[in-house]
T-cell receptor, first 114, second 112 residues
Framework: EDKVVQSPLSLVVHEGDTVTLNCSYE??????LLWYKQEKKAPTFLFML????IEKKSGRLSSILDKKELFSILNITATQTGDSAVYLC??????????????FGTGTRLTIIP | ETGVTQTPRHLVMGMTNKKSLKCEQH?????MYWYKQSAKKPLELMFV???????ENNSVPSRFSPECPNSSHLFLHLHTLQPEDSALYLC???????????FGPGTRLLVL
C-alpha cells in the first residue's frame, strides 16, 4: 500500500523564523511529488517535483526532492502570519496506462505567531 | 480564486435526504476528481473522471453517486447518508490524468 508520511504533525514558530517541513514516501511507480497549502478550505498548488536534487523556488518557499532517500522538504524562510496553514504533501503514482493517482499525507499544521 | 467552484459551500442534511454537490471548472481541464477530507485523515480520493468517463471508483459506498455530464461539470449525488459521512468534500481538476490538480473551495457537509 502506498504511504506518504509528513512530519512534524504541527509546528508553532515566531514570525521571521525559518521552517522545514518533511515528507517521506513509500510508493510503487513514483511519478511526481506535489506540495499544497491549505488555509481554510481549498488546497492551493505550490510545487511539483519530478527530478531529484533540483530545487523549486517561489519567493520565500522552496522545495527539493531526494528520490534515492524517498523524501522531500519544503522550506519557508522569513515566515509571516499569512504562512499559517496546513501544508499537504502528495505523491503521484502511475496505476495503469495513462492513469495516475495522488496519495496525500495527513499534513503539517504550521502556526506563525506574530 | 483557483478556477474551480463548488456549490453549496455548506450543507446540513438528514439521513433520509437526497442532495447534490456541484463542481465546475473554468480551466479547460480534462480530468475531474472528488475527494473526501475528514478531520485528522489524509484526503481520500473518491472518484475520477477523465474526458467525462469514470476511470476510478475508490470503493466508495453506493450512497455516493457521481455524474459528469461534460468535462467542465461534476456532480456528487448523495442519498441516505450516515453521520460518519460528515466531512469536507473537495472537487479538483487537472489538465489530464496526471500532474498538478487544482482544488475548489469544498463543501462542508454535516449529516444529522
Amino acid at each position: 500500500e502506498d504511504k506518504v508520511v509528513q512530519s512534524p504533525l504541527s509546528l508553532v514558530v515566531h514570525e521571521g523564523d525559518t521552517v522545514t517541513l518533511n515528507c517521506s514516501y513509500e510508493v510503487t511507480n513514483f511519478r511526481s511529488l506535489l506540495w499544497y497549502k491549505q488555509e481554510k478550505k481549498a488546497p492551493t498548488f505550490l510545487f511539483m517535483l519530478t527530478s531529484s536534487g533540483i530545487e523549486k523556488k517561489s519567493g520565500r518557499l522552496s522545495s527539493i526532492l531526494d528520490k534515492k532517500e524517498l523524501f522531500s522538504i519544503l522550506n519557508i524562510t522569513a515566515t509571516q502570519t499569512g504562512d499559517s496553514a496546513v501544508y499537504l504533501c502528495a505523491v503521484e503514482v502511475r496505476v495503469g496506462f495513462g492513469n495516475e493517482k495522488l496519495t496525500f499525507g495527513t499534513g503539517t499544521r504550521l502556526t506563525i505567531i506574530p | 480564486e483557483t478556477g474551480v467552484t463548488q456549490t453549496p459551500r455548506h450543507l446540513v442534511m438528514g439521513m433520509t435526504n437526497k442532495k447534490s454537490l456541484k463542481c465546475e471548472q473554468h480551466l479547460g481541464h480534462n480530468a475531474m476528481y472528488w475527494y473526501k477530507q475528514s478531520a485528522k485523515k489524509p484526503l481520500e480520493l473518491m472518484f475520477v473522471y477523465n474526458f467525462k468517463e469514470q476511470t476510478e471508483n475508490n470503493s466508495v459506498p453506493s450512497r455516493f453517486s457521481p455524474e459528469c455530464p461534460n468535462s467542465s461539470h461534476l456532480f456528487l449525488h448523495l442519498h441516505t447518508l450516515q453521520p460518519e459521512d460528515s466531512a469536507l468534500y473537495l472537487c479538483a481538476s487537472s489538465q489530464d490524468r496526471g500532474g498538478a490538480q487544482y482544488f475548489g473551495p469544498g463543501t462542508r457537509l454535516l449529516v444529522l
